[in-house]
């Protein structure tokens, strides 16, 4: 079932991000931020729940982008349990996402991806989407 996350999710999102990027982060940092997207227009949390907690999780962040002439959707974080994937979860979420991005106006849906994440990337592929850009990032 793929619903909004709720802040009893927070544990579990914590669980998976950490997952994700192979790394404990900081959580009272953490806890900030997730607080913060639930008070942010066109910012959706969805979680995939599976007996009772939650298996995948995908944020996805709506808004304006002069250079599409219009509305586009990124999704930001995605993840799903390392032990359950390949079991249509993510196919799920994602499809969520689009929904969404459609439902918001969005011409264009995009998602950045670490190039290590190879299986991700075809994933994306999968589902439709095409590789056509590099990321590049500076630590502040």
Same mark, same amino acid.
Request: overall charge negative.
């Given at each position: 079932? $793929? =619903?909004?996350?709720? *802040?009893?999710?927070?544990?579990? $999102?914590?669980?998976?991000?950490?997952?994700?990027?192979?790394?404990?982060?900081?959580?009272?940092?953490?806890? @900030?931020?997730?607080?913060? &997207?639930?008070?942010?227009?066109?910012?959706? !949390?969805?979680?995939?729940?599976?007996? #009772?907690?939650?298996?995948? $999780?995908?944020?996805?962040?709506?808004?304006? *982008?002069? !250079?599409?002439?219009? =509305?586009?959707?990124?999704?930001?974080?995605?993840?799903?349990?390392?032990?359950? @994937? /390949?079991?249509?979860?993510? +196919? /799920?979420?994602?499809?969520?996402? @689009?929904?969404?991005? $459609?439902? %918001? #106006?969005?011409?264009?849906? %995009?998602? /950045?991806?670490?190039?290590? @994440?190879?299986?991700? +990337?075809?994933? &994306?592929?999968? %589902?439709? *989407?095409?590789?056509? +850009? &590099?990321?590049?990032?500076?630590?502040?």
């Amino acid at each position: 079932m $793929i =619903r909004f996350a709720k *802040m009893e999710d927070e544990p579990y $999102i914590y669980r998976l991000l950490c997952e994700l990027e192979g790394e404990e982060l900081d959580r009272e940092g953490f806890e @900030r931020t997730f607080l913060e &997207y639930e008070k942010l227009p066109g910012y959706f !949390c969805l979680a995939a729940e599976e007996n #009772g907690s939650v298996a995948g $999780i995908l944020t996805l962040r709506t808004g304006p *982008m002069l !250079c599409r002439a219009g =509305r586009i959707g990124e999704i930001v974080e995605f993840v799903v349990d390392q032990e359950l @994937r /390949s079991q249509g979860i993510g +196919h /799920s979420l994602f499809e969520e996402a @689009r929904a969404i991005a $459609i439902q %918001e #106006g969005c011409v264009r849906l %995009e998602v /950045s991806s670490n190039k290590v @994440r190879t299986g991700a +990337h075809r994933f &994306y592929e999968r %589902e439709g *989407m095409a590789q056509s +850009h &590099y990321k590049f990032v500076q630590l502040l």
